[in-house]
C-alpha cells in the first residue's frame, strides 16, 4: 500500500495546552438535551484514577446556563427520577436556568406600547393584530415562532447579560481557588483562556430566534474583561424534527441560516441590545460554527434524533477526559482556520465580466464522533453500584434475602435491660411475720422483685422514699415517747401521728397538690421517662447496637427492639405483668398490716392505759411502751408497703410508656409487614429508606447493563473477553469502607436522618460511591481491554467494526460532495484517540485505513493516532473545516417551505428581511436574472428614477403614485417583481435613449464614483501576504455600467470623450447629488470601511442645455482664476487642487451661521477638529446645507470616512 493509503502513523507527542474552563449555554430545547447528557457524563465519570464528582458545581472546569422560554420543558431528559439516580443532580439549579414568563403584552398591546421601547420597535417583526391570528401564547414556549425568542432574549437582557458575567467570573475564580480540587480530579487548565459553547437547533423557536444574540454577548462579555477566549455554536439543522410541523421547522431553519451568513460575513445584527450599555459588538458572533444533522457525509442516517444530542455532548466531554486529545484538536482547529478564511466563489454569467462573482464564507464546520467501547466504564459503574448496595448492605447491618442475618439472644436482650433500662430481677423477702395470723391473696410467699421500682423510690442525693418514712416514723415516735404526755394520751397522740404520716405518704384529700412521697414517686417516673428517651440516651444506646459492628445492624437492632418489648408486655412472662402483680402484693400486705394489725396493736394500746403506782406495779407502763414500738413497726410497714406498691405500679407504667415509646404495630402494609410507630417506626422508616436505595441501586444497575447491551448510532460496542465483575464480597471489609465514607457522620442516628430526606440520600449515596470509586481494582499496565477484545474477533469481524466506526464517525451535515464547493481531503481531520496509540497505530492502522468509507473526499492521510488515557475504548473524533452554507443539500427543500411559510408568519427575527443574505447557490439562469435586475436598480438610482427613502427603501413615481420596491438589499436577495421591473425599465429607456453627449459623460463619471466610491473595493491580503482588491458584484455591475456609457460616449462623441468625462468630474458635485443614508444600503463585507454615499443627478441634469452650459461657464470661471499650463487638455486625470473654483463657505453650528471661509480657512478648521465630516456647509449654487464630506470640492481636506449618524440640515441662510 502506498504512503497515501496509510494512516499519518506518529503518535501525537504529549501537548503541553492545558484544558479551557468552558462556559456551556443550552438554549431550548435541544441545548438542554446536549448538556443534561454532557452533565451526566461529567458525574459518571472517574476523574483522576479514583475520584468521582458527586455535584457540578464541584468539578471547578464547567458553568452552566439554560435559556428557555417553555418553562414546561423536560428537564429530566424524559427520565424518571424515580429509576434514575443521577436524575436530580443532572437537572439544571434554579440558579442556572433563565426560565421566565414572557410578557408579551407589555409590548404588544399597542403600536404606540411597542415603539416605547426602541431598541425592539426597530426589528420587531409582529404588529398586534398578527400575534391575535396566530393565537400566540407564551407560557407555553416559542411556539416555533423565532421572533418571540428574540423578544424574550431583550426582554430578559439584564438577566441574561449579569448572569454571564457571574458565570465568567465563577470560571476566572475557580482557576485560582480551587486549584486543589483540579489536581484532585487530575485536570490541568490554561488560566488565561475561557471557552463558550452555545447549543441549539435552527428548527424550533428559542434557540434558532437566539442563537445570534447569545452569541454577540457572549463575545462581548469576554471582551469586556479582556479574556481571551473563543465563542462556538454548534447548530442543529432541521433534518431530526421532521415530525414536529415539518414545513415551519424547515422554514425555520432557512430563516436561520440566512441570518447566520449575514452575520458570519460581518454584517451585525445590532448596535446593542440597551443604550446605557458600553458593550462591544464583535462583527462576528461566533468564532467556530458547527452544523449538524441527523445524516452525515457518510451517507449515515439516524431517524432518532437522540443519538445525534448523545454524539455531540460526548464530543463536549472528550474535551475534559483526555487533555491530550483536547489539546490536539485545538492544535486542528489553529490550523483549518486557514481554510475557514477562505470563500467559495460563484462566478455568474460570462456577459458580467470574468470576474464577476458573488462569494460565500468557507466559515462552517461540522463533526462527528464514534467510539468503539468495550464499555468497561459502564461495567465499572455496575461494579460501583454494586459495591455501594454492599456498603449500604453491611453498614446498616441488612441481611441478604437468601443470608440469615444477625439475631440477638435473650441474654443480650436481657443484658440490654439490665444495662439501660436498670431491669434486675431479686426475690423479694422481706415479708411481715404476720403473714401467718391472716389470709392473704396475693402476698401468699416469696416473689420475683425488680430494680426499677426500687429506683423509682429514689430522691434527691442519696436518700429515698423509704429512708424517709423510716427517719420520720422515728422521729416522731421518739418524740411521743419522750414527749411528757399523759400516756393516757398515747393513743389520741399515735393517731394523730399515722395520720400525718399518711398525709406524708398518700396526700390529702383536700390538697390534692401536695408533693407527699407518692407524688414524687410519679415524678420520678416522668422523669426517667424523659432521660430514657432523650436522644442521647436510650436513642444512643440503640443507634449504638445499629453501629456495633459484631453485634449489631439494623435487622438486629430491630429484632431486639421487638424482643425487649415482648420481654416487657408479655402476659405470661413480661416485666410489665410482673410490676402490676408486684403493686397488688404490696397494696394487700399494706391494707392488711392498717386494717388488721395495726388495729388490733391499738387495742392493745388502749388496755394498758392508767396512772399511778398501780399502773407501774401491774406492769402497763413497760407493756405500753413495747406497744408503742410495735405499733411504731405496724404503721412503718404499712407506708412502706404502700410507697412499694405505688413504685411497682408507676414502674409498670414507666416499662409501659417506653414500650409505646419504643412503638406499637399500626396496621400492615401492601406486603403484609408490620408498620409500626415510635421508635420502632423509627428504625422501620431508616429500613425503609436503605430498601428503597436498595431498590434504586437495582434499578441503575439494571438500567446500566441494558445499556451496555443497546446499540446507539455512535456507539459501537466490544465485548470484553473477561469480565471480573463479580467478586467474592467480604462483608467485614465493605463495612469498614462504609464506615470510612460516613465518618464525618456520627454514626446511624445522623445517618437515619439523612435517609427521611431525597437530599440526604443522595449525599450518602455519593459518598458511598465516591468510596467504591477509590476501591476499584488498578489496570494492569500493558494491558488494554480494547485490544484483548479486539484480538478476539475474526479478521472480517474486526473490519466491520472498523467499518461502522468510521462511517458513524464521519462529520454529520448531508453536504453535497460532489458540486463544485471544492471539499477535499484536506479539510478533513480524523483523531482516533486510544491508549497506547503507538501499539494500536502498528497493529491496527493499515485495517482501519482499509475502511474508510467512500465517497467522502478523506483519505488515510487525515487519520492521526493520539493517546487517550481510557483504557478499553477508542474515540474516533472527525472534523470537516471550511465548508460553504451552500454545500447542504437540503437547502432546496428547506427554501420551499421557507416560501410558503413566509406568507403565513414572520420567519425573522428582524422586520427588515431583505438585510440576510441567500445561504443558497442559484443556477446561472436566476443569477442572470439578479444581476440584471440590480444593474436596472442602479441605473434607475443614477438616472433619478428611484429616489431613497428615509427608511433605506426605494420608490419610483408612476402614473402620479409613488411605488416602493423595497431596499438595495432586498434587490439583491429578490431582485424586482414583474411589474415593477417592466415599468422601471420603461422609464431608464426613455431618459436614457434621450441622453446628449455631456450627460452621457456625467453618467460615466457617475458610474465610476459608483464603483469605486460607494462599492469601493476592499483590500485584502491572503495567507502568502499578498494584497489585492476585492471587486464585489455591485462594484463589477457599476463598472459595467460604467463601460456601456463609455462605449456610448466614444460613439457618439469620439474626439470630445476624453475631455466631457474629465469636465463631468470635475463638476459632479453640481450635477450631481449624495443619497443621503445610502452607506447603509451595502454589506459591510463586500466594500470598503471608507466608502462614500451613492451618487444621484439632480433635476437640472434634464433640461436641456443646461449641463453643456454649465461644463462651458465653469470650465470658463476656472481659466480665468488659473489657467491651465499648455497641453494639458488632453491628460485624463483630473486638474490639480489649484485649478479648482474658489468658493467661501458658511458653517452653521447649532443653528448659529458663521463665516464666510476660503478653502484655506477652512482647511486650518479641520485639522484642530473644529470643523469634521459632519459639519453643515453652505456655498452659493448650493440647493441646500449639505454636510462637508458630502461636498465634492472639500473631499480632500479630511480622512477616509468612517460614517456617523446624520444631522438635521438647518434652513439655508439667505443668499447674499
Known amino acids: 500500500m502506498d504512503k497515501s493509503a496509510q494512516p499519518s502513523g506518529p503518535v501525537i507527542p504529549l501537548v503541553s495546552e492545558k484544558i479551557h474552563p468552558t462556559l456551556f449555554i443550552a438554549l431550548g430545547g435541544t441545548g438542554m438535551k446536549v448538556n443534561i447528557r454532557l452533565r451526566r457524563r461529567i458525574l459518571n465519570a472517574i476523574w483522576g484514577g479514583n475520584n468521582q464528582v458527586q455535584h457540578i458545581s464541584d468539578f471547578p472546569l464547567v458553568q452552566f446556563i439554560n435559556f428557555d422560554l417553555d418553562s414546561g420543558e423536560v428537564t429530566q431528559d424524559g427520565k424518571s427520577v424515580k429509576t434514575d439516580v443521577l436524575a436530580e443532580q443532572v437537572a439544571f439549579t434554579s440558579e442556572e436556568k433563565i426560565i421566565e414568563p414572557l410578557h408579551l403584552s407589555k409590548y404588544t398591546h399597542s403600536i404606540d406600547e411597542l415603539n416605547r421601547h426602541r431598541e425592539v420597535a426597530e426589528w420587531f417583526p409582529l404588529t398586534p393584530d398578527k400575534i391575535k391570528s ?153 468564532d467556530d460554527v458547527f452544523i449538524l444533522d441527523n445524516g452525515n457525509v457518510a451517507q449515515a442516517r439516524t431517524e432518532n434524533q437522540e443519538d445525534i444530542y448523545e454524539m455531540v455532548s460526548d464530543v463536549l ?85 437468601e443470608i440469615t442475618g444477625n439475631r440477638p439472644t435473650d441474654k443480650e436482650r436481657d443484658e440490654f435491660l439490665k444495662e439501660q433500662l436498670t431491669i434486675t430481677a431479686r426475690t423479694f423477702t422481706d415479708l411481715p411475720q404476720f403473714l401467718s395470723r391472716v389470709e392473704l391473696t396475693q402476698a401468699t410467699g416469696e416473689f420475683t422483685h425488680y430494680q426499677i421500682a426500687d429506683d423509682l423510690l429514689q430522691v434527691e442525693g442519696d436518700n429515698s422514699v423509704i429512708a424517709q418514712i423510716e427517719q420520720k416514723v422515728e422521729v416522731l415516735f421518739e418524740r411521743l415517747l419522750n414527749g411528757g404526755a399523759d400516756k393516757d394520751q398515747w393513743l389520741t397522740l399515735v393517731r394523730e401521728i399515722q395520720q400525718q404520716l399518711e398525709r ?144 411497682a405500679r408507676e414502674a409498670a407504667q414507666l416499662l409501659r410508656d417506653i414500650s409505646d415509646w419504643l412503638g406499637r404495630k399500626e396496621s400492615v402494609d401492601n406486603n403484609g409487614r408490620p408498620i409500626w410507630n415510635g421508635f420502632v417506626g423509627r428504625l422501620q422508616d431508616g429500613r425503609n429508606a436503605v430498601d428503597h436505595l436498595l431498590k434504586g441501586i437495582d434499578v441503575n444497575i439494571a438500567k446500566i447493563k441494558a445499556s451496555i447491551h443497546t446499540q446507539h448510532a455512535t456507539l459501537i460496542p466490544l465485548t470484553l473477553v473477561k469480565s471480573d465483575e463479580e467478586q467474592p464480597v467480604d462483608s467485614q471489609q465493605v463495612r469498614e469502607w462504609a464506615k470510612d465514607a460516613f465518618k464525618d457522620f456520627g454514626g446511624s442516628k445522623t445517618l ?57 464517525a464521519m462529520p454529520w451535515v448531508p453536504l453535497n460532495l460532489n458540486g ?65 452554507i451552500p454545500a447542504l443539500t437540503q437547502l432546496s427543500t428547506y427554501l420551499a417551505s421557507y416560501r410558503k411559510e413566509s406568507a403565513i408568519i414572520p420567519l425573522h427575527v428582524h422586520k427588515r428581511i431583505s438585510q440576510f443574505v441567500q445561504p443558497i447557490q442559484f443556477n446561472q439562469e436566476q443569477y442572470r436574472q439578479f444581476a440584471e435586475d440590480f444593474k436596472l436598480f442602479l441605473h434607475a438610482i443614477a438616472l433619478g428614477i428611484l429616489e431613497r427613502l428615509n427608511n433605506g427603501l426605494y420608490e419610483f413615481l408612476i402614473a402620479k403614485d409613488n411605488f416602493t420596491i423595497g431596499d438595495e438589499f432586498s ?68 463598472e459595467l455600467l460604467k463601460n456601456e456609457y463609455l462605449a456610448r460616449l466614444s460613439r457618439q462623441a469620439p474626439d470630445d470623450a476624453k475631455r466631457l468625462v474629465e469636465t463631468a468630474e470635475q463638476h459632479m458635485d453640481q ?97 484642530t477638529g473644529q470643523i469634521t465630516r459632519d459639519s453643515l456647509l453652505w456655498r452659493e449654487g448650493m440647493a441646500a446645507w449639505m454636510t462637508a464630506g458630502q461636498i465634492m470640492e472639500l473631499a480632500h481636506l479630511f480622512a477616509p470616512a468612517v460614517g456617523g449618524p446624520p444631522l438635521t440640515a438647518p434652513a439655508p441662510p439667505p443668499a447674499p
Open 971 to 1038: 434587490i439583491r436577495q429578490s431582485g424586482f417583481n414583474s411589474i415593477h421591473r417592466t415599468d422601471i425599465t420603461a422609464q431608464v429607456k426613455d431618459k436614457s435613449l434621450r441622453l446628449d453627449n455631456a450627460q452621457v459623460a456625467a453618467l460615466v463619471a457617475l458610474f465610476e464614483d459608483l464603483s469605486t466610491n460607494a462599492y469601493k473595493a476592499q483590500k485584502r491580503t491572503d495567507e502568502k501576504g499578498v494584497s489585492s482588491n476585492f471587486e464585489a458584484f455591485p462594484y463589477k455591475i457599476a
Open 752 to 808: 437515619f436522618g439523612k435517609l427521611q430526606t431525597q437530599e440526604g440520600q443522595e449525599e450518602l449515596l455519593l459518598k458511598l460511591r465516591n468510596k467504591a470509586v477509590q476501591q476499584l481494582p488498578k489496570n494492569l499496565p500493558g494491558v488494554d481491554p480494547l485490544m484483548t477484545a479486539l484480538a478476539a474477533l475474526t479478521p472480517d469481524e474486526q473490519r466491520e467494526k472498523f467499518r461502522l466506526l468510521l462511517q458513524r
Open 317 to 401: 466531554f472528550t474535551d475534559f477526559t483526555s487533555q491530550d486529545f483536547a489539546n490536539k484538536k485545538r492544535s486542528v482547529a489553529v490550523n483549518q482556520n486557514q481554510f475557514k478564511i477562505r470563500s467559495f466563489d460563484v462566478s455568474l454569467p460570462q456577459d458580467y465580466g470574468s470576474e464577476t462573482k458573488l462569494r460565500f464564507p468557507r466559515a462552517y464546520s461540522s463533526v462527528g464522533q464514534a467510539v468503539l467501547d468495550t464499555q468497561i466504564d459502564a461495567r465499572q459503574n455496575v461494579r460501583l453500584n454494586q459495591q455501594v448496595q454492599h456498603m449500604l448492605k453491611a453498614f446498616f447491618g441488612v441481611a441478604n434475602a
Open 504 to 647: 406524708d405518704t398518700k396526700g390529702s384529700s383536700i390538697d390534692s397538690a401536695e408533693r407527699n412521697h407518692e407524688v414524687r414517686i410519679k415524678e420520678n417516673r416522668l422523669k426517667r421517662f424523659a432521660q430514657w428517651t432523650r436522644e442521647d440516651s436510650l436513642p444512643e444506646k440503640l443507634f449504638r447496637r445499629l453501629d456495633d459492628d459484631e453485634r449489631g445492624g439494623l435487622d438486629y437492632t430491630l429484632a431486639l427492639v421487638e424482643m425487649i418489648k415482648d420481654r416487657l408486655e408479655n402476659e405470661s412472662s413480661g416485666i410489665i405483668p410482673a410490676l402490676e402483680k408486684n403493686a397488688g402484693r404490696f397494696k394487700e400486705l399494706s391494707e392488711k398490716l392498717e386494717s388488721s394489725e395495726l388495729t388490733r396493736e391499738f387495742d392493745r394500746l388502749k388496755e394498758t392505759t392508767g396512772k399511778g403506782l398501780l399502773a407501774r406495779l401491774s406492769g402497763k407502763e413497760k407493756q405500753a411502751e413495747t406497744v408503742i414500738s410495735q405499733v411504731k413497726d405496724t404503721l412503718r410497714d404499712s407506708l412502706l408497703f404502700y410507697v412499694r406498691s405505688v413504685a
Open 820 to 884: 463544485d464547493f471544492d471539499i477535499h481531503k484536506d479539510l478533513y481531520t480524523c483523531l482516533i484517540g486510544v491508549q497506547n496509540a503507538s501499539e494500536f497505530s502498528r497493529t491496527y492502522g493499515a485495517l482501519l485505513a482499509q475502511c474508510l468509507p467512500q465517497g467522502t473526499g478523506m483519505t488515510a492521510g487525515q487519520i492521526q493516532f493520539v493517546e487517550s488515557g481510557m483504557p478499553g475504548k477508542l474515540i474516533c473524533y472527525t472534523e470537516l473545516s471550511g465548508f460553504p
Open 134 to 286: 396566530l393565537g400566540i401564547d407564551p407560557s407555553k414556549g416559542a411556539g416555533q415562532i423565532r421572533a418571540l425568542s428574540r423578544l424574550y432574549f431583550f426582554d430578559k437582557y439584564p438577566t441574561i447579560r449579569d448572569k454571564l458575567r457571574d458565570k465568567v467570573a465563577r470560571l476566572l475564580n475557580n482557576i485560582g481557588t480551587q486549584a486543589d480540587k483540579l489536581k484532585k480530579l487530575g485536570l490541568e487548565i490554561d488560566p488565561g483562556k475561557i471557552r463558550i459553547v452555545i447549543t441549539g437547533s435552527a428548527a424550533g423557536g428559542t434557540g434558532s430566534g437566539s442563537f445570534l444574540d447569545m452569541g454577540y454577548l457572549a463575545k462581548a462579555i469576554l471582551k469586556e474583561n479582556n479574556i481571551s477566549g473563543k465563542v462556538d455554536l454548534f447548530f442543529v439543522l432541521p433534518g431530526g424534527f421532521n415530525a414536529f410541523n415539518t414545513e415551519r421547522v424547515q422554514a425555520n431553519g432557512y430563516a436561520a441560516l440566512m441570518e447566520l451568513e449575514t452575520c458570519m460575513r460581518g454584517n451585525p445584527l445590532l448596535k446593542h441590545w440597551d443604550a446605557t450599555d458600553n458593550l462591544f459588538i464583535d462583527t462576528r458572533p461566533y
Open 1071 to 1167: 450635477w450631481g447629488r449624495r443619497i443621503a443614508g445610502s452607506l447603509s444600503d451595502v454589506y459591510h463585507e463586500e466594500v470598503d470601511a471608507n466608502h462614500g454615499e451613492k451618487l444621484t443627478v439632480t433635476k437640472e441634469f434634464f433640461k436641456e442645455g443646461w449641463l453643456e452650459n454649465l461644463f462651458k461657464t465653469d470650465m470658463t470661471r476656472a481659466a480665468d482664476i488659473a489657467p491651465p499650463p499648455p497641453g494639458m487638455a488632453g491628460n485624463g486625470g483630473p486638474p490639480p487642487p489649484g485649478a479648482a473654483p474658489q468658493y467661501s463657505f458658511h458653517l452653521s453650528v447649532s443653528g448659529t451661521n458663521y463665516g464666510p471661509y476660503n478653502t484655506q480657512q477652512l482647511q486650518q478648521y479641520v485639522q
